[in-house]
């Protein structure tokens, strides 16, 4: 990903947290980045939810709940029971469970006893219905016919899965590409295309049929003129799907789209971050441009750890300017769940 690339991913990233809707009322939201399956990352994630459900969902904590987790929490009785008759068998052996059972008592979100040598447990709070719709957008800012051909391959496997209720592709605007895009990309792709930082809709996407069993491509013909082998493709169940939906909405709120800044350096002395159209984004004074996450770390030839001098006033408590920097990104983040 070059660094034009992770600006433009960032900035479509701050835009949907301050307008999603492109076209529309606002809907309550969460913004994340580079989420997906094991097969397929989007680079950008709107999770649609519902306001009184996510209020709910926060009693939970705000490090994600896992596909174990998950399981304990949504199954959990309202009174005791011995985990075994609680929860339905989840098709892996049951120690897995207990253990994912200890795991959820010492997260807060169950409560255990010890009944003889049975572990019994019970819900604290039903686990709420808190994700409304998955929005997954692809973006490609500086797009030429190679990458509209492979983009539009990656977005007709996500509309057959169906994963997502609505895939969309963001763009830079730019009159003669859109009208390439138009031609390329499956038509129920949404196309935002982004000038100066305003977003417009050159496309609305379809609505996709997430509850239904989705089909994954598995493989397909070239296309070429002698080409006559047939696409390959399974089934995909909807229940697969609806617990995916919520791992990735899980991953969504815990991480938001500031979390950037974990893996990079911002106790570097050049780390800046500038302000853009809908937000911040990193900037690297040494090699003036913005600076790619992958770019940012403690092997960068230009890496200089920021002066102790910068740090003095509340150091080591409160740290130097990199430190702020991390504060007020997880403050951000924070405020948006
Ligand atoms: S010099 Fe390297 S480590 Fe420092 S801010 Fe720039 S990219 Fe990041």
Known sequence: MTGHEFGFELRVCAWAEQRWRPEGDDVP??????????????????VEVDPEGLAQRRRFGEQRLDSDLLHVVRHAPADWQYYRDALPHP?????????????????????????GNKIELRRKWPYPDWVERIVAIENKPDLDASAADALADQLERDVALGLADEVWLATESDGDVERALLTE?????????FDDGAASVEWLPQSLDADATGTRITDRPSGGAFDQSA????????????????ELAERAYERGW???????????????????????VPRCAAK????????????????????????????????GPGATVRDVLSERRDRQR
């Open 29 to 46: 939201r969460i913004v994340a980045r580079q989420l997906g399956t094991r097969n397929r990352r989007w680079d950008t994630v709107v």
């Open 91 to 115: 098709g892996y052996p049951w120690r897995y469970v207990r253990a994912a059972v200890h795991q959820a008592a010492d997260r807060g979100v169950v409560e255990t006893r010890r009944n």
């Open 185 to 193: 990309i499956p038509v129920e792709a949404g196309i935002l295309a």
């Open 231 to 246: 696409a390959g493709f399974e089934y995909v169940d909807a229940d697969w799907k609806a617990d995916k939906r919520l």
């Open 258 to 280: 500031r979390s950037y800044v974990d893996t990079m350096r911002p106790d570097c002395r050049h780390f800046r971050v500038v302000e853009a159209d809908h937000g911040y």
């Open 288 to 319: 003036q441009r913005e600076q790619t996450a992958a770019e940012c770390s403690g092997s960068c030839p230009e890496y200089e750890p920021e002066p102790p001098a910068w740090r003095q006033r509340g150091w080591p408590i409160e740290g």
